[in-house]
């Protein structure tokens, strides 16, 4: 694990114009993301605020309910977190998000 803070390359605004930075050259595919602070590279958390959850229910025979689709829009400003020290590692958001399979 790292704890040295990774080169800078730019900043450039996203779509609700909030300031973010992109990480630089050391931050290539296929290199693990890891929290400059305390050197953690498996626990993330993201937290999304003015979400919208749309859940398809089916009712059974018993009178219960069974969720059959859901869907989801993120309306509001998404930030991802250190899950252990809950350093705020929003700047590398964009890099997490390409890498969700």
Known sequence: ???????????VNDKSGTRIV??????QAGKHLSCP????DRYFTEVAHDVTIITNY???SDGSFTPKSDD???????????????????????????MIF
């Open 1 to 11: 694990m790292q704890n040295k803070k990774p080169d800078i390359k730019e900043s």
């Open 72 to 98: 989801s829009t993120i309306n509001g400003e998404v930030r991802l977190y250190c899950a252990v020290c809950h350093a705020d590692l929003s700047a590398y958001y964009h890099r997490f998000a390409e």
């Open 58 to 60: 089916v009712q059974n």
């Open 22 to 27: 992109v990480p630089g050259s050391s931050w």
């Open 37 to 40: 602070e305390c050197g953690n």
